[in-house]
Nanobody, 121 residues
Framework: QVQLTESGGGLVQAGDSLRLSCVAS??????VGWFRQAPGKERAFIGA????????YYAGSVKGRFTISRDNNKNTVYLQMNSLKPEDTAVYYC????????????????WGQGTQVTVSS
C-alpha cells in the first residue's frame, strides 16, 4: 500500500522560508495536494500538482508565496513556502487525489501524518 510522509516543518520567524517534502513509498504517486489545518479550524486546501504535466493549482491565500513541484525520480512532492506569516501556522498534510475537484479533502484517499509549521511574529 502507498504511504505518504511529510517532513520539513519547524519554527520560523515571519518572512522566513521553509520547504516541505512529501515522500511516497510502496508505489509512485500521481496527483498530489497540500492541505493545512490550524487549531480549531477545518483542513484547508493549499494547492496541488498534476500527475500528467506538472500543472499546479493554488488557493488564493498562498498564491505568489507558495510553490509546488515534484521530483518523480525520488517519488517526492515539494511545497516551497516563502514570506511566511503567523497565519500560516498549522499542521501541513499531503494527500493523494482520488476523484472530483481538487480542493475538498474528501476527494483524497491517502494522507501523511502531517508536519508542524509554526511562524512567530
Amino acid at each position: 500500500q502507498v504511504q505518504l510522509t511529510e517532513s520539513g516543518g519547524g519554527l520560523v520567524q515571519a518572512g522566513d522560508s521553509l520547504r516541505l517534502s512529501c515522500v511516497a513509498s510502496g508505489r509512485t504517486f500521481s496527483f498530489v495536494g497540500w492541505f493545512r489545518q490550524a487549531p480549531g479550524k477545518e483542513r484547508a486546501f493549499i494547492g496541488a500538482i498534476s500527475s500528467s504535466d506538472d500543472t499546479t493549482y493554488y488557493a488564493g491565500s498562498v498564491k505568489g508565496r507558495f510553490t509546488i513541484s515534484r521530483d518523480n525520480n525520488k517519488n517526492t512532492v515539494y511545497l516551497q513556502m516563502n514570506s511566511l506569516k503567523p497565519e500560516d501556522t498549522a499542521v501541513y498534510y499531503c494527500g493523494l487525489h482520488r476523484l472530483g475537484t481538487y480542493d475538498p479533502p474528501q476527494n483524497y484517499d491517502v494522507w501523511g501524518q502531517g508536519t508542524q509549521v509554526t511562524v512567530s511574529s
